[in-house]
Protein backbone atom coordinates (compact mmCIF):
# COMPACT_ATOMS: atom_id res chain seq x y z
CA UNK A 1 0.00 0.00 0.00
CA UNK A 2 2.46 2.31 1.01
CA UNK A 3 5.18 1.75 -1.85
CA UNK A 4 1.98 2.82 -4.27
CA UNK A 5 1.63 5.77 -2.80
CA UNK A 6 2.66 8.86 -5.18
CA UNK A 7 3.11 12.58 -3.74
CA UNK A 8 2.27 15.17 -6.39
CA UNK A 9 5.65 16.83 -5.68
CA UNK A 10 9.19 15.89 -4.02
CA UNK A 11 7.65 16.37 -0.61
CA UNK A 12 7.40 12.45 0.80
CA UNK A 13 10.04 11.91 3.55
CA UNK A 14 11.07 7.97 4.28
CA UNK A 15 13.82 7.47 7.16
CA UNK A 16 15.35 4.61 7.99
CA UNK A 17 17.21 4.29 12.07
CA UNK A 18 18.54 0.73 12.34
CA UNK A 19 19.70 -0.10 15.66
CA UNK A 20 22.67 1.34 17.43
CA UNK A 21 22.24 4.54 15.64
CA UNK A 22 21.16 6.90 18.54
CA UNK A 23 17.77 8.75 18.05
CA UNK A 24 19.23 12.02 18.73
CA UNK A 25 21.25 11.97 15.40
CA UNK A 26 18.78 11.05 13.49
CA UNK A 27 16.75 13.95 15.38
CA UNK A 28 19.98 16.49 14.47
CA UNK A 29 19.87 15.21 10.23
CA UNK A 30 16.42 15.91 10.45
CA UNK A 31 16.37 19.24 11.77
CA UNK A 32 19.47 19.81 9.15
CA UNK A 33 16.49 19.14 6.52
CA UNK A 34 14.07 21.67 7.67
CA UNK A 35 16.94 24.42 7.73
CA UNK A 36 17.58 22.90 4.13
CA UNK A 37 13.70 22.45 3.13
CA UNK A 38 13.01 25.95 4.21
CA UNK A 39 14.56 27.83 1.37
CA UNK A 40 12.02 25.61 -1.10
CA UNK A 41 10.70 28.19 -3.33
CA UNK A 42 7.00 26.40 -4.06
CA UNK A 43 5.09 27.85 -0.94
CA UNK A 44 3.08 24.60 -1.25
CA UNK A 45 6.07 21.94 -1.88
CA UNK A 46 7.93 23.65 1.28
CA UNK A 47 5.19 23.85 3.64
CA UNK A 48 4.57 19.76 2.91
CA UNK A 49 7.83 18.92 3.30
CA UNK A 50 8.08 21.28 6.35
CA UNK A 51 4.83 19.62 8.08
CA UNK A 52 5.78 16.25 7.10
CA UNK A 53 9.58 16.63 8.61
CA UNK A 54 8.00 18.00 11.87
CA UNK A 55 5.97 14.61 11.89
CA UNK A 56 8.68 12.34 11.55
CA UNK A 57 10.21 14.31 14.47
CA UNK A 58 7.64 13.78 16.33
CA UNK A 59 7.27 10.08 16.09
CA UNK A 60 10.51 9.84 16.69
CA UNK A 61 11.00 11.38 20.21
CA UNK A 62 8.06 8.85 21.12
CA UNK A 63 10.97 5.98 20.99
CA UNK A 64 14.32 5.85 23.80
CA UNK A 65 16.60 4.60 20.66
CA UNK A 66 15.41 2.32 17.35
CA UNK A 67 15.20 -1.20 19.62
CA UNK A 68 16.60 -4.32 17.92
CA UNK A 69 15.02 -4.01 14.46
CA UNK A 70 15.02 -0.25 14.19
CA UNK A 71 12.38 1.85 13.30
CA UNK A 72 11.00 2.87 9.76
CA UNK A 73 8.85 6.03 8.97
CA UNK A 74 6.83 7.51 5.99
CA UNK A 75 5.44 10.82 6.40
CA UNK A 76 3.97 13.34 3.68
CA UNK A 77 0.96 15.17 2.29
CA UNK A 78 -0.57 12.49 0.01
CA UNK A 79 -3.50 13.29 -2.39
CA UNK A 80 -6.65 11.49 -1.31
CA UNK A 81 -7.28 8.22 -3.55
CA UNK A 82 -10.12 7.92 -5.41
CA UNK A 83 -9.19 10.63 -8.13
CA UNK A 84 -8.21 12.83 -5.97
CA UNK A 85 -5.71 15.81 -7.20
CA UNK A 86 -3.67 18.20 -6.33
CA UNK A 87 -5.45 20.60 -3.31
CA UNK A 88 -7.00 17.43 -1.68
CA UNK A 89 -3.65 16.18 0.23
CA UNK A 90 -3.92 14.81 3.57
CA UNK A 91 -0.63 14.45 5.47
CA UNK A 92 -0.27 10.70 6.65
CA UNK A 93 2.58 9.24 9.08
CA UNK A 94 3.57 5.56 9.33
CA UNK A 95 5.79 4.29 11.99
CA UNK A 96 6.86 0.83 11.27
CA UNK A 97 9.13 -1.61 13.22
CA UNK A 98 10.58 -4.34 10.84
CA UNK A 99 10.65 -7.92 11.20
CA UNK A 100 14.07 -8.00 10.86
CA UNK A 101 17.01 -5.45 11.81
CA UNK A 102 16.83 -2.69 9.32
CA UNK A 103 20.83 -2.52 7.78
CA UNK A 104 20.58 0.49 6.09
CA UNK A 105 20.78 4.30 7.88
CA UNK A 106 18.58 6.24 5.05
CA UNK A 107 16.91 9.11 4.67
CA UNK A 108 14.77 10.54 1.60
CA UNK A 109 12.84 13.24 0.32
CA UNK A 110 10.82 11.95 -2.79
CA UNK A 111 7.71 12.04 -4.38
CA UNK A 112 7.09 8.41 -3.37
CA UNK A 113 8.21 6.57 -0.31
CA UNK A 114 11.26 4.62 -0.21
CA UNK A 115 9.85 0.67 0.28
CA UNK A 116 12.21 -1.69 -1.05
CA UNK A 117 14.63 -2.04 1.80
CA UNK A 118 11.38 -3.29 3.69
CA UNK A 119 10.20 -5.04 0.85
CA UNK A 120 13.45 -6.94 0.47
CA UNK A 121 13.20 -8.01 3.95
CA UNK A 122 9.90 -10.10 3.21
CA UNK A 123 11.61 -11.78 0.27
CA UNK A 124 15.04 -12.31 1.61
CA UNK A 125 13.99 -14.91 3.97
CA UNK A 126 14.07 -17.77 1.32
CA UNK A 127 16.99 -19.18 -0.19
CA UNK A 128 17.81 -20.11 -3.31
CA UNK A 129 20.73 -22.88 -4.20
CA UNK A 130 22.48 -22.50 -7.61
CA UNK A 131 24.73 -24.70 -9.54
CA UNK A 132 26.75 -24.95 -12.34
CA UNK A 133 28.23 -27.75 -14.13
CA UNK A 134 30.06 -28.08 -16.92
CA UNK A 135 33.04 -30.88 -18.17
CA UNK A 136 36.04 -29.03 -16.28
CA UNK A 137 34.39 -26.79 -13.51
CA UNK A 138 31.57 -26.80 -10.88
CA UNK A 139 30.34 -23.56 -8.77
CA UNK A 140 27.86 -23.83 -6.10
CA UNK A 141 26.44 -20.71 -5.05
CA UNK A 142 23.24 -19.34 -3.01
CA UNK A 143 21.17 -16.31 -3.66
CA UNK A 144 19.00 -14.56 -0.92
CA UNK A 145 17.33 -11.95 -1.70
CA UNK A 146 19.92 -10.18 -4.26
CA UNK A 147 22.54 -11.36 -2.21
CA UNK A 148 24.69 -14.15 -3.81
CA UNK A 149 27.50 -15.89 -2.16
CA UNK A 150 29.67 -18.43 -4.25
CA UNK A 151 30.55 -21.13 -1.40
CA UNK A 152 32.65 -23.50 -3.31
CA UNK A 153 34.32 -23.58 -6.94
CA UNK A 154 35.79 -27.31 -8.09
CA UNK A 155 37.90 -28.36 -10.91
CA UNK A 156 36.70 -31.65 -13.16
CA UNK A 157 39.75 -33.17 -13.56
CA UNK A 158 38.21 -34.62 -16.41
CA UNK A 159 40.20 -35.19 -19.62
CA UNK A 160 39.30 -33.53 -22.79
CA UNK A 161 36.89 -35.04 -24.89
CA UNK A 162 40.07 -35.39 -28.03
CA UNK A 163 42.54 -38.17 -26.55
CA UNK A 164 46.22 -37.65 -27.23
CA UNK A 165 47.95 -40.49 -29.89
CA UNK A 166 48.62 -43.53 -29.25
CA UNK A 167 45.42 -44.59 -27.15
CA UNK A 168 42.99 -46.60 -27.77
CA UNK A 169 39.32 -44.54 -28.69
CA UNK A 170 37.31 -47.13 -26.49
CA UNK A 171 39.91 -46.95 -23.13
CA UNK A 172 39.78 -43.39 -23.34
CA UNK A 173 36.21 -42.88 -23.50
CA UNK A 174 35.60 -45.61 -20.45
CA UNK A 175 38.25 -43.49 -18.36
CA UNK A 176 36.95 -40.33 -19.17
CA UNK A 177 33.40 -41.98 -17.84
CA UNK A 178 35.25 -42.83 -14.52
CA UNK A 179 36.59 -39.38 -14.33
CA UNK A 180 33.31 -37.65 -15.30
CA UNK A 181 31.34 -39.95 -12.56
CA UNK A 182 34.13 -39.70 -9.71
CA UNK A 183 33.44 -36.06 -10.74
CA UNK A 184 29.52 -35.84 -10.47
CA UNK A 185 30.11 -37.27 -7.31
CA UNK A 186 32.05 -34.94 -5.37
CA UNK A 187 29.81 -31.59 -6.96
CA UNK A 188 26.71 -34.00 -5.67
CA UNK A 189 28.72 -34.42 -2.03
CA UNK A 190 29.50 -30.63 -1.95
CA UNK A 191 25.96 -29.79 -3.17
CA UNK A 192 24.35 -31.96 -0.58
CA UNK A 193 27.28 -30.19 2.28
CA UNK A 194 26.23 -26.49 1.76
CA UNK A 195 22.34 -26.72 0.57
CA UNK A 196 20.94 -29.89 2.16
CA UNK A 197 21.05 -27.90 5.98
CA UNK A 198 19.33 -24.76 4.95
CA UNK A 199 16.21 -25.10 5.71
CA UNK A 200 14.77 -21.98 4.02
CA UNK A 201 16.29 -23.29 0.38
CA UNK A 202 12.91 -22.62 -1.52
CA UNK A 203 14.56 -24.39 -5.10
CA UNK A 204 17.38 -25.01 -6.69
CA UNK A 205 18.69 -23.54 -10.48
CA UNK A 206 20.61 -26.20 -12.37
CA UNK A 207 22.93 -24.41 -14.76
CA UNK A 208 26.05 -24.61 -16.77
CA UNK A 209 27.40 -24.56 -20.59
CA UNK A 210 26.42 -27.18 -22.52
CA UNK A 211 24.79 -30.82 -22.08
CA UNK A 212 26.78 -31.67 -18.99
CA UNK A 213 24.34 -30.23 -16.75
CA UNK A 214 21.77 -32.87 -18.08
CA UNK A 215 23.98 -35.32 -17.25
CA UNK A 216 24.82 -34.44 -13.89
CA UNK A 217 20.83 -34.42 -13.20
CA UNK A 218 19.95 -38.00 -14.56
CA UNK A 219 22.41 -39.24 -12.85
CA UNK A 220 21.92 -39.56 -8.54
CA UNK A 221 24.08 -37.71 -7.67
CA UNK A 222 22.24 -34.56 -5.49
CA UNK A 223 20.25 -35.98 -2.69
CA UNK A 224 16.76 -37.02 -3.89
CA UNK A 225 15.02 -34.03 -1.35
CA UNK A 226 17.44 -31.29 -3.50
CA UNK A 227 16.53 -33.13 -6.50
CA UNK A 228 12.81 -32.66 -5.88
CA UNK A 229 13.66 -28.92 -5.38
CA UNK A 230 15.25 -28.49 -8.49
CA UNK A 231 12.96 -25.30 -10.33
CA UNK A 232 14.84 -25.32 -13.39
CA UNK A 233 17.77 -25.86 -15.67
CA UNK A 234 19.36 -23.20 -17.66
CA UNK A 235 21.78 -22.32 -20.35
CA UNK A 236 24.48 -20.07 -19.14
CA UNK A 237 27.60 -18.74 -21.11
CA UNK A 238 29.83 -19.64 -17.89
CA UNK A 239 30.02 -21.21 -14.84
CA UNK A 240 32.03 -19.50 -11.87
CA UNK A 241 31.32 -16.30 -10.82
CA UNK A 242 30.04 -14.92 -14.01
CA UNK A 243 27.96 -18.06 -14.59
CA UNK A 244 26.04 -17.42 -11.46
CA UNK A 245 25.41 -13.64 -12.39
CA UNK A 246 24.14 -14.93 -15.39
CA UNK A 247 21.75 -17.12 -13.20
CA UNK A 248 20.81 -14.32 -11.10
CA UNK A 249 19.47 -12.40 -13.82
CA UNK A 250 17.34 -15.01 -15.08
CA UNK A 251 16.37 -15.44 -11.40
CA UNK A 252 13.27 -13.49 -10.99
CA UNK A 253 11.55 -14.79 -14.06
CA UNK A 254 12.18 -18.36 -13.14
CA UNK A 255 10.52 -17.72 -9.65
CA UNK A 256 8.04 -16.13 -10.85
CA UNK A 257 7.13 -18.90 -13.13
CA UNK A 258 7.53 -21.29 -10.21
CA UNK A 259 5.12 -18.96 -8.27
CA UNK A 260 2.81 -19.26 -10.72
CA UNK A 261 2.75 -22.83 -11.03
CA UNK A 262 2.05 -22.45 -7.26
CA UNK A 263 -0.87 -20.18 -7.56
CA UNK A 264 -2.53 -22.68 -9.95
CA UNK A 265 -1.90 -25.68 -7.75
CA UNK A 266 -3.67 -23.60 -4.86
CA UNK A 267 -6.71 -22.28 -6.88
CA UNK A 268 -6.98 -25.74 -8.68
CA UNK A 269 -7.25 -26.79 -5.21
CA UNK A 270 -10.40 -24.33 -4.28
CA UNK A 271 -12.10 -24.70 -7.38
CA UNK A 272 -12.54 -28.73 -6.74
CA UNK A 273 -13.77 -28.17 -3.90
CA UNK A 274 -16.19 -25.67 -5.42
CA UNK A 275 -17.30 -27.81 -8.04
CA UNK A 276 -17.76 -30.73 -5.75
CA UNK A 277 -20.30 -28.70 -3.26
CA UNK A 278 -17.58 -30.00 -0.54
CA UNK A 279 -18.77 -27.05 2.18
CA UNK A 280 -14.79 -26.59 2.55
CA UNK A 281 -14.59 -23.11 1.19
CA UNK A 282 -16.19 -20.05 1.85
CA UNK A 283 -15.62 -16.74 -0.27
CA UNK A 284 -16.55 -12.74 -0.39
CA UNK A 285 -15.19 -10.50 1.83
CA UNK A 286 -17.70 -11.11 5.02
CA UNK A 287 -18.57 -14.18 4.85
CA UNK A 288 -14.66 -14.59 5.02
CA UNK A 289 -14.27 -12.66 7.82
CA UNK A 290 -16.75 -14.55 9.85
CA UNK A 291 -15.16 -17.91 9.08
CA UNK A 292 -11.68 -16.01 10.22
CA UNK A 293 -13.31 -14.99 12.96
CA UNK A 294 -14.64 -18.16 14.19
CA UNK A 295 -11.14 -20.26 13.75
CA UNK A 296 -12.64 -22.16 10.44
CA UNK A 297 -10.05 -20.90 7.44
CA UNK A 298 -7.30 -23.11 7.00
CA UNK A 299 -5.83 -21.15 4.06
CA UNK A 300 -6.58 -17.64 3.33
CA UNK A 301 -6.58 -16.37 -0.41
CA UNK A 302 -6.48 -12.83 -1.82
CA UNK A 303 -6.23 -11.42 -5.18
CA UNK A 304 -2.68 -9.00 -5.06
CA UNK A 305 -3.78 -5.55 -6.25
CA UNK A 306 -7.36 -5.90 -4.26
CA UNK A 307 -8.35 -2.09 -3.62
CA UNK A 308 -10.27 -2.37 -0.46
CA UNK A 309 -10.12 -0.52 3.15
CA UNK A 310 -11.29 -1.76 6.58
CA UNK A 311 -12.13 1.38 7.82
CA UNK A 312 -13.37 2.52 11.43
CA UNK A 313 -15.38 5.30 12.07
CA UNK A 314 -15.74 7.20 15.57
CA UNK A 315 -18.24 9.16 17.17
CA UNK A 316 -16.45 12.11 19.36
CA UNK A 317 -19.34 12.53 21.22
CA UNK A 318 -19.90 8.92 22.81
CA UNK A 319 -16.90 6.94 21.86
CA UNK A 320 -19.12 4.72 19.74
CA UNK A 321 -17.30 2.98 17.26
CA UNK A 322 -17.91 0.73 14.03
CA UNK A 323 -16.20 -0.97 11.23
CA UNK A 324 -16.88 -0.69 7.09
CA UNK A 325 -15.26 -2.30 4.39
CA UNK A 326 -14.68 0.42 1.83
CA UNK A 327 -13.66 0.45 -1.94
CA UNK A 328 -10.24 2.91 -2.19
CA UNK A 329 -12.03 5.23 -4.92
CA UNK A 330 -15.40 5.40 -2.67
CA UNK A 331 -13.29 6.07 0.29
CA UNK A 332 -14.37 10.19 -0.18
CA UNK A 333 -17.84 9.97 -0.88
CA UNK A 334 -18.26 7.41 1.97
CA UNK A 335 -16.73 10.03 4.54
CA UNK A 336 -18.78 12.66 3.02
CA UNK A 337 -21.79 10.36 3.43
CA UNK A 338 -20.71 10.95 7.21
CA UNK A 339 -21.24 14.38 7.74
CA UNK A 340 -24.10 15.03 9.44
CA UNK A 341 -25.08 11.19 9.80
CA UNK A 342 -26.17 10.40 13.24
CA UNK A 343 -24.52 8.51 15.81
CA UNK A 344 -26.63 4.93 16.16
CA UNK A 345 -25.76 4.68 20.08
CA UNK A 346 -26.07 8.69 20.81
CA UNK A 347 -27.33 10.71 17.52
CA UNK A 348 -25.30 13.00 18.01
CA UNK A 349 -23.75 13.92 14.05
CA UNK A 350 -20.17 13.18 15.03
CA UNK A 351 -19.08 10.07 13.09
CA UNK A 352 -15.28 10.68 11.96
CA UNK A 353 -12.85 8.32 10.39
CA UNK A 354 -10.80 7.22 13.25
CA UNK A 355 -8.43 4.46 10.98
CA UNK A 356 -7.79 2.70 7.68
CA UNK A 357 -6.34 -0.08 7.01
CA UNK A 358 -5.25 -2.19 3.68
CA UNK A 359 -8.15 -5.01 3.71
CA UNK A 360 -4.64 -7.19 2.53
CA UNK A 361 -3.19 -6.27 6.50
CA UNK A 362 -6.53 -6.66 8.25
CA UNK A 363 -7.52 -10.05 6.90
CA UNK A 364 -3.81 -11.20 7.07
CA UNK A 365 -4.47 -10.04 11.30
CA UNK A 366 -6.80 -12.40 11.49
CA UNK A 367 -5.14 -15.37 9.70
CA UNK A 368 -2.23 -14.82 12.15
CA UNK A 369 -4.67 -15.02 15.41
CA UNK A 370 -5.75 -17.89 13.92
CA UNK A 371 -3.07 -19.69 12.56
CA UNK A 372 -4.68 -19.71 8.81
CA UNK A 373 -2.13 -20.01 6.53
CA UNK A 374 -2.37 -16.56 3.72
CA UNK A 375 -1.45 -16.49 0.14
CA UNK A 376 -1.56 -13.81 -2.32
CA UNK A 377 -2.33 -14.78 -5.47
CA UNK A 378 -1.42 -12.65 -8.54
CA UNK A 379 -4.13 -12.21 -11.39
CA UNK A 380 -1.50 -13.26 -13.75
CA UNK A 381 -2.96 -17.34 -14.53
CA UNK A 382 -6.69 -17.98 -15.35
CA UNK A 383 -6.92 -19.11 -12.24
CA UNK A 384 -5.87 -15.55 -10.28
CA UNK A 385 -8.30 -14.20 -12.75
CA UNK A 386 -10.83 -16.45 -11.27
CA UNK A 387 -10.33 -15.64 -7.96
CA UNK A 388 -10.41 -11.68 -8.41
CA UNK A 389 -13.67 -11.76 -10.89
CA UNK A 390 -15.89 -14.46 -9.88
CA UNK A 391 -14.63 -14.69 -6.18
CA UNK A 392 -14.64 -10.63 -5.19
CA UNK A 393 -11.09 -11.84 -4.71
CA UNK A 394 -11.18 -12.94 -1.27
CA UNK A 395 -11.54 -16.35 -0.66
CA UNK A 396 -10.60 -19.31 1.46
CA UNK A 397 -10.16 -23.00 2.19
CA UNK A 398 -11.89 -24.40 5.75
CA UNK A 399 -10.47 -26.54 8.08
CA UNK A 400 -14.45 -27.76 8.84
CA UNK A 401 -17.51 -26.78 7.55
CA UNK A 402 -19.42 -24.11 8.99
CA UNK A 403 -23.06 -22.95 9.18
CA UNK A 404 -24.18 -20.63 6.48
ZN1 LIG B 1 -22.18 8.68 19.65
Known sequence: MLARKEGSHTELI????????????????????????SNIKSNVTRKNVLDALVRVQQRLKLFKDPGEKGIVIFAGALPQEGGGGPGTERMETYVIVPPEPIKIYLYRCDSRFHTEHLQEMLR??????????????ATIATLQGKRLDIVRQMHS?????????????????RLRDMQLNEYFTRVGAHANDILLPIDTLKGIILAGPGPTKYDFEKGDYLNYQLKNKILDTIDTAYVE?????????????????VRYIEEKQIMQQFLYE??????????????????????????LLLSEGLDLLRVTIKCSACGYQEQHTVKVPMLSSFEQGLVGKPCPKCQAPSLTILDKEDIVDNLAQLAEYSNAEVEIISSETEEGQMLKNAFGGVAAMLRFKTQS
Do not use: C, F, W
Open 14 to 37: TIYVPPGKQISDALNLLREEYGTA
Open 241 to 257: EQGAKEVVEKAPEIMRK
Open 274 to 299: VGHDTGLITYGEAEVRRALESGAVKM
Open 157 to 173: GVAGKTRAGGQSARRYE
Open 124 to 137: EKETYGIILVDASE
